[in-house]
């Protein structure tokens, strides 16, 4: 697994595989010069000051936010588009009614005619990728093909890339994931994002944001890897990684998914509260965790990126200190607002105030937020004060626990524990979630968002749910399954619990679940924490409102079931029956 010594041989001389697809990518889209990526600083650097001459990149203050850049991107290009993203599996039932779907030759077909000559008169950058650490057995490799030096630049911060990627390409025997992208002209009737998951390959034209072209994230670590992952028995996932160290020096690792912008950041960097003294955090992913059964019948994660693209309103010192410190050097921002003295600025930063807008306008708060509400930051991982080494480790960490969760004004508990792996698969299957900025389309709306999945798994959601049930039988120690809600809210609208830091209670009583040391109470949705069982001392919360965050309304909660039976059989006959048991099961505890 280790790398080649190709240190002589020029960048198109390690790969014979990827030289002739480099090759026949140029031949379809006619490049003025190509450019492949070495991932050196000087390199960086380089195209940084390019792009400040061509003013597609603005430096930020130099005295306050040194070696930071603000990028604009188009205002009808500021987040991924579900409804042009497309699964192009050889039939659509293995894509699933979870996906949007096109006949593989029919949509080469599409973008060969958007791709044909799209690079006249610009560069074709070469970009080879790692996702994961180099030397690691369960890292997968892949190059993007791009015209956006932007693009560049944030996979250069979000995986490991440039030279080591290319000659892990040539030792692992030319194999790699193909991304093709282009920003063409911007233009959102022309814009596709296509995923051939059985060719392992990826098409993205028309947009330059984040999802739909930095491709080694959502497209290949996700939706290709999902692919992959079901065909040689591991999971790739849309979940945060941390490591929780409690007072007693013992650290445990969980994974987390949670949908788009509802906090997996925030919670992979978490700082403890002062009034829990002794615990520390030391985060490995803040996105994507890819997990495999390792030989002690665990499960391990590595996370296969190497940076974070992280939403930044809402980020500030008391809500986040470690990300605010993270992102004020060395950092790329997209679409956030200016002040008059050139520092970056977005709605929930305390200090200063908006001079011009994201979109280049002197601000006016008739125009709406100031920031894009899904503005961004890109920085390297390493940058983060709770930056774990073991992120770095080939074999990845353990995980003790699963969490799922989703943003719910109501009905769900804050925290509960599932009873088993399979009741924990129906409970991940069932998440559902407001619907955030992350995404085009409307903001607020509660749907369905299996494991966190929604948009990001690569085929039929009801083999994607039996494949989850079969690895917890590969798993002699599988991880305990847990789900959470930090956004439950009372009649008017305020929230019930504090979040952020204090979320760590919470972790706190799953790790002691972990542990046989605490006890819990057996209710039809799962197992709850009593109130003595949650340590909420120096919170000043009162019992009734822990009452109301620890219970679930059994009207509700029937409804609810019956919501999710109706979405598991809307979703097919694939859907497996375990889950069907599952939900009478807590029918039959429920007493409906
Ligand atoms: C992300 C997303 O950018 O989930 O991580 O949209
Ligand atoms: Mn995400």
């Not at 026949?24 to 000087?42: K, Q």
């Not at 998951?197 to 290709?224: D, M, T, V």
């Not at 945060?240 to 160290?245: A, D, E, Y």
């Not at 994507?288 to 390792?294: E, Y």
Request: net charge neutral; with cysteine; aromatic share 8%.
């Amino acid at each position: 697994m280790a790398s080649a010594p190709h240190t002589l041989a020029s960048l198109p001389e390690i790969s014979r595989n990827v030289a002739t697809w480099v090759a026949e990518v140029a031949a379809l889209t006619r490049p003025e010069r190509i450019h492949w990526c070495d991932g050196s600083e000087a390199e960086a650097a380089a195209l940084r000051a390019a792009l400040v001459a061509r003013g597609e990149l603005q430096p930020l203050n130099p005295d306050t936010f040194p070696r930071c850049y603000l990028y604009r991107s188009d205002p009808t290009d500021v987040a991924r588009v579900e409804h042009l993203t497309f699964v192009c599996t050889r039939t659509q039932e293995d894509a699933g009614p979870n996906n949007n779907w096109m006949a593989p030759a029919a949509a080469h077909e599409k973008m060969r005619g958007l791709f044909s000559g799209c690079m006249r008169g610009r560069t074709l950058y070469v970009v080879p990728y790692c996702m994961g650490p180099l030397d690691s057995p369960y890292a997968r490799c892949g190059v993007e093909i791009t015209d956006s030096g932007y693009v560049v630049l944030n996979m250069g911060l979000m995986t490991r890339m440039g030279r080591a990627a290319l000659e892990r390409i040539a030792t692992d025997g030319g194999r790699f994931v193909r991304g093709l992208h282009s920003t063409g002209e911007l233009d959102p009737e022309r814009r596709f994002i296509m995923h051939y998951p059985e060719e392992l390959a990826i098409e993205s034209y028309g947009s330059g944001y984040g999802g739909n072209a930095l491709l080694g994230k959502k497209c290949h670590a996700l939706r290709i890897a999902s692919y992959q992952a079901r065909t040689e028995g591991w999971l790739a996932e849309h979940m945060l990684i941390v490591g929780l160290q409690n007072p007693a020096g013992e650290t445990h690792y969980v994974a987390a998914a949670f949908p788009s912008a509802c906090g997996k950041t925030n919670l992979a960097m978490l700082i403890p509260p002062e009034s829990l003294p002794g615990w520390k955090i030391y985060t490995i992913g803040d996105d994507i965790a890819w997990l495999q059964p390792g030989p002690d019948g665990r499960l391990w994660a590595i996370n296969p990126e190497s940076g974070y693209f992280g939403v930044v309103p809402g980020t500030n010192r008391a809500t986040n200190r470690n990300a605010f410190d993270m992102i004020s050097h060395d950092a790329i921002f997209t679409n956030v607002a200016l002040t008059a003295d050139g520092e970056p600025w977005w709605e929930g930063r305390k200090k200063h105030v908006p001079a011009i807008d994201w979109q280049g306008r002197p601000y006016d708060p008739a125009n709406g937020p100031a920031a894009h509400p899904n503005s961004r930051f890109t920085v390297s991982a390493r940058q983060n004060p709770s930056y774990s080494p073991a992120a770095e480790d080939p074999h990845g960490v353990p995980i003790s626990a699963l969490i799922f969760g989703g943003r719910r004004r109501e009905l769900a508990p804050l925290v509960y524990e599932a009873r088993s792996w399979q009741h924990g698969v129906l409970v991940a299957a069932s998440v559902a979630s407001e619907t955030t900025a992350a995404a085009t389309g409307q903001v607020g709306v509660v749907r369905r968002d299996p494991m966190a999945m929604k948009p990001f798994a690569g085929y039929n959601f009801g083999d994607y749910f039996a494949h989850w049930l079969a690895m917890g039988q590969r798993l002699a120690r599988a991880p305990r399954i847990f789900h959470v809600n930090w956004f439950r809210q009372d009649a008017a609208g305020k929230f019930l619990w504090p979040g952020y830091g204090e979320n760590l209670r919470v972790l706190h009583w799953m790790l002691e679940r972990c542990a046989g040391r605490v006890g819990a109470r057996d209710g039809a949705i799962g197992l709850l924490p009593r109130p003595e069982d949650l340590d909420t001392t120096g919170l000043g919360i009162d019992p009734s409102v822990l009452a109301e965050l620890t219970t679930v309304p059994p009207a509700a909660l029937k409804k609810e079931l019956a919501d999710i039976r109706t979405y598991l059989a809307d979703l097919g006959a694939r859907t497996p029956a375990a889950l069907y048991s599952e939900l009478d099961e807590i029918e039959r505890r429920l007493g409906a």
